[in-house]
């Protein structure tokens, strides 16, 4: 019966031989590729992103009862007609620093705030 262990034991040697963990080299999504595309939002989409994190502080405060009208309300503040539609010079880097900023604002400071999409054009 000592024909048995050296079975076992040749078959665990060939199955970790055959086994691998992880993708082969051979596998479609071994290779890294990154490609970054930059693309420029209009201003309106830009004012779009501002106002809606404002609009949510708004609410998160009891000081809205309508998220979507906050948005389309308050968007002629930050642009009117064919400037929403245009390319934005605006950066997307102060674009999220003016949602960081509106996401630490108080209720207070949300309550007394009259275009919150004033940090847009202020950076």
Do not use: H, W
């Amino acid at each position: 019966m000592k024909v048995a262990p050296a079975i076992v034991c040749a078959a665990l040697l060939v199955s970790q031989a055959a086994c691998t963990f992880g993708p082969a080299s051979s596998d479609g999504g071994t290779t890294t590729t990154t490609t970054t595309t930059t693309t420029t939002r209009s201003l309106g989409d830009q004012c779009e992103s501002v106002l809606s994190v404002f609009c949510q502080q708004a609410a998160s405060c009891a000081l809205l009862s309508d998220l979507n009208e906050c948005i389309t309300g308050n968007e002629p503040l930050c642009c009117v007609g064919s400037a929403c539609t245009a390319a934005s010079t605006v950066s997307e880097d102060d674009v999220t620093s003016c949602e960081q900023t509106i996401m630490g604002e108080g209720c207070y400071a949300v309550s007394i705030t009259t275009d919150p999409t004033a940090c847009l054009t202020s950076m």
